[in-house]
């Protein structure tokens, strides 16, 4: 079955701290993958997306990911993360003629603390 | 920039009541989509339409209808609203089949039935 899971439901950072996000994912075929991010009360903002080519995608506000085949895992990355990074991050998927269906992941709650 | 407008942020309704919520986009999308989204489910998806007058069910269709009579908008109809449909409502956009995934999300509306 098609799946997308994210491991940690909430994770604290301090600010200028290093971020990682886990996102794993399960699906047929070859994957389109996308981060969003969620601030309170609105609605989703995408961050990176990942069709094909260098595994490495850079996205807004200098976030990263990295897409890794072989571990069907696309994680995101901040090397300093900021107060106004917290938010409710979501990885999704999708693929090519899928009429643009995304699988989304629960969700990882982003808390920076000062 | 894409607009995705949710005509509500907020709603109380009552038991049993017929609900509308409305989606309207300004980018010419074919495809369009309705979530709801509750705390450590993530999104999922109820309905979307690739194009006019038609629509595919998501993963949890039960209890809601849709409508599509202009491109430009998509609604969300609980036919009778219950207490389990209490929930933030989360509408979409995106470019044609064979284009890019990329969604473009509406702020959201949250939907209390009492």
């Known amino acids: 079955a098609q799946s997308v899971t994210q491991p940690d439901i909430h994770i604290t950072v301090s600010e200028g701290a290093s971020l990682e996000l886990r996102c794993n994912y399960s699906?047929?075929?070859?994957?389109?993958l996308f981060w969003y991010v969620q601030s309170p009360g609105q609605g989703l903002q995408l961050l990176l997306k990942?069709?094909?080519?260098?595994?490495l995608v850079q996205g807004i506000k200098g976030f990263e990911a990295e897409f890794k085949r072989s571990q069907s895992s696309f994680n995101l990355r901040k090397p300093s993360v900021h107060w106004s990074d917290a938010a409710e991050y979501f990885c999704?998927?999708?693929?090519?003629?899928?009429?643009?269906?995304?699988?989304f992941g629960q969700g990882t709650e982003l808390s920076v603390k000062p | 920039d894409v607009k995705v407008t949710q005509s509500s942020r907020y709603l109380v309704k009552r038991t049993g009541e017929k609900v509308f919520l409305e989606c309207v986009q300004d980018?010419?999308?074919?495809?369009m989509f309705w979530y709801r989204q509750d705390p450590g489910l993530g999104l999922r998806l109820i309905y979307f339409?690739?194009?006019?007058?038609?629509?595919e069910k998501g993963d949890i269709p039960e209890g809601y209808s849709v409508s599509r009579e202009k491109k430009e908008r998509f609604s969300l109809i609980l036919e009778s609203a219950s207490t389990n449909q209490t929930s933030m409502y989360l509408c979409?956009?995106?470019?044609?089949?064979?284009?890019?995934?990329?969604?473009?999300f509406g702020a959201g509306t949250r939907l209390s039935v009492l």
């Open positions: 980018m010419d999308h074919e495809n």
């Open positions: 990942y069709f094909s080519g260098d595994t």
């Open positions: 999704a998927v999708g693929a090519k003629n899928q009429g643009g269906k995304l699988i």
């Open positions: 979409a956009s995106s470019p044609p089949l064979a284009g890019e995934s990329i969604q473009y």
């Open positions: 339409s690739y194009d006019v007058k038609m629509k």
């Open positions: 699906y047929g075929a070859t994957p389109y």
